[in-house]
């Protein structure tokens, strides 16, 4: 029986759902940010749909559906498993990294005398990601920053840079979502880890050249060269969070090349 479900935990924008979606897969993105639905717990409230995005990508059949989701539940995570149990062909997913990612070190003393185990609890969630796909018997990847989960739970089976994959998309590419911030053809540096197993292929590099923009800092020694994103997404808000962890649209497109029949 051919598999048809493809899985996305801590998933807001659903792009690394999408080249699925386009070739014909029922797709499911999971998050907590996605309204609730009236019909109920873990019932999609809308099917496909990136705010009519997808006129300018034909979804062929398939469907992106976002599912307002607690995964910090644990029994959530036993539903998302009976739903999908023998249909799953694919899960990726994207735990929160504010209290693993190297970048807020600085602060970790501090929230370790709030809680001693902070990190142990952003482990087990990347932790429980596994799991799920364990139990699912399906490829997986999970993705986090340089951090402390390569030190508190395993090291990375893989690391790449968006640009690295930026060949995957067209010349005249303009991101859909986020345009103001993030560069044509994932055309910026921003290094991530990801845990991956059962089957899982990392797919082959097609690299463009990366993107720098230069800011002026009090500090000279500390280097005047940034990344588009992180140079353009200061700051704790949502939306900058989510803009960062959006998931690089060549990346994705590479991913499902390389898996979708040899998984």
């Known amino acids: 029986m051919k598999k048809t479900h493809v899985i996305s935990l801590y998933d807001f ?45 034909p979804l062929n059949g398939g469907n992106i559906f976002k599912i307002h989701a607690d995964l910090y539940n644990e029994s959530v995570l036993m539903k998302i498993a009976s739903r999908h149990m023998n249909d799953a062909k694919f899960l990726s997913a994207f735990p929160p990294c504010t209290d693993l990612s190297s970048a807020g070190a600085r602060w970790w003393k501090e929230k370790e005398k709030e809680n001693p185990l902070f990190q ?30 390569s030190r508190l739970w395993r090291k990375p089976n893989h690391s790449f840079n968006p640009c690295d994959y930026g060949g995957y998309l067209p010349e005249d590419d303009v991101h859909p979502r986020y345009p ?5 053809r994932d055309a910026y540096r921003k290094k991530t880890c990801l ?16 993107e720098n923009i230069t800011y002026e800092r009090k500090d000279p020694t500390k280097g005047r060269n940034f990344s588009p994103v992180h140079g353009r997404t200061g700051g704790k808000s949502l939306k900058t969070k989510n803009i960062r962890s959006a998931t690089p649209r060549g990346f994705a497109k590479a991913v499902f090349k390389a898996n979708e029949f040899h998984c």
């Not at 142990?120 to 993705?143: G, K, S, W």
């Not at 103001?180 to 044509?184: A, L």
Request: net charge negative; charged share 20%.
């Open 13 to 57: 924008t659903g792009e690394a759902l999408r080249p699925w979606a386009e070739a014909g897969y029922q797709c499911f993105a999971y998050d907590i940010q996605h309204k609730p639905s009236p019909m109920g717990d873990l019932e999609p409230a809308s099917v496909s749909g990136f705010e009519r995005l997808d006129s300018h990508f």
């Open 120 to 149: 142990m609890f952003a482990r087990d969630n990347a932790v429980a990601c596994q799991h799920l796909a364990d139990t699912l018997d399906c490829p997986y990847y999970i993705e986090n920053p340089v951090g402390a989960l």
């Open 180 to 184: 103001e911030y993030i560069p044509s």
């Open 195 to 210: 845990w991956s197993g059962n089957r899982f292929t990392m797919p082959e590099i097609n690299p463009v050249q990366y």
